[in-house]
């Protein structure tokens, strides 16, 4: 086995396993393997198709329909009804979602990042969209500098990016009040 290969051998075991000290107690915890819809509790990642994070899995449980394969056909020939479902016109978009150990609660943060493609006379352009959300507590008496980009009542956007070949958007999205990884 040549140096570098054991080298990049002995990182990986390094990596996939962090051991943290507690008192004289070592604890290890070993990162899991995604499930079939691209949820890693452990690692608090969602990576999969848009569609597949709000079907078929708890707490989503609608019709507990299996992962998307991306063959719409043979999908909705083993999952009928699947395309009334609000979030099918999504299935092509990538999600990878990350979120901290105090997510939904006090000091939680989520980050979203979305990516797909679509033709427009002839051509394929990709796009992506990143937006990065934060626990801001309940709407205050009096002014809420977080009053723009609140949302789902305790959290706010603090960062947006977007970024598409086609329309020649590209950059931050525009956040009023407090906004970017060192506002919060």
Same mark, same amino acid.
């Given at each position: 086995?040549?140096?570098?290969?054991? /080298?990049?051998?002995?990182? /990986?075991?390094?990596?996939?396993?962090?051991?943290? $000290?507690?008192? #004289?107690? &070592?604890?290890?915890?070993? *990162?899991?393997? +995604?499930?079939?819809?691209?949820?890693?509790?452990?690692?608090?990642?969602? !990576?999969?198709?848009?569609? =597949? #994070?709000?079907? $078929?899995? +708890?707490?989503? @449980?609608? =019709?507990?329909?299996?992962?998307?394969?991306?063959?719409?056909?043979?999908?909705?020939? #083993?999952?009928?009804?699947?395309?009334?479902?609000?979030?099918?016109?999504?299935?092509?978009?990538?999600?990878?979602?990350?979120?901290?150990?105090?997510?939904? @609660? @006090?000091? %939680?943060?989520?980050?979203?990042?979305?990516? $797909?493609?679509?033709?427009?006379?002839?051509?394929?352009?990709?796009?992506?969209?990143?937006?990065? *959300? &934060?626990?801001? %507590?309940?709407?205050?008496? %009096? @002014? =809420?500098?977080?009053?723009?980009?609140?949302?789902?009542?305790? /959290?706010? *956007? *603090?960062?947006?990016?977007?970024?598409?070949? %086609?329309?020649?958007? !590209? $950059?931050?999205?525009?956040?009023?009040?407090?906004?970017?990884?060192?506002? !919060?």
């Amino acid at each position: 086995m040549n140096k570098f290969l054991g /080298f990049t051998l002995i990182m /990986f075991l390094a990596f996939s396993m962090v051991s943290c $000290g507690n008192g #004289n107690k &070592v604890v290890n915890r070993s *990162i899991t393997a +995604p499930d079939a819809y691209g949820l890693n509790e452990t690692a608090r990642q969602f !990576h999969g198709s848009y569609f =597949d #994070n709000y079907s $078929g899995r +708890p707490p989503y @449980e609608y =019709d507990a329909w299996a992962s998307y394969d991306g063959d719409d056909d043979a999908y909705l020939a #083993n999952n009928p009804g699947a395309d009334n479902h609000w979030a099918w016109p999504y299935r092509d978009v990538d999600l990878l979602m990350k979120w901290n150990k105090d997510w939904p @609660e @006090e000091g %939680g943060w989520l980050t979203n990042h979305q990516w $797909g493609s679509y033709e427009e006379d002839g051509e394929t352009y990709n796009w992506d969209y990143f937006v990065k *959300i &934060v626990w801001v %507590g309940p709407t205050p008496d %009096g @002014e =809420d500098p977080y009053a723009e980009t609140r949302i789902w009542g305790q /959290f706010a *956007i *603090i960062q947006g990016v977007y970024n598409d070949q %086609g329309t020649g958007e !590209h $950059g931050n999205v525009p956040i009023p009040g407090p906004n970017g990884f060192g506002a !919060h």
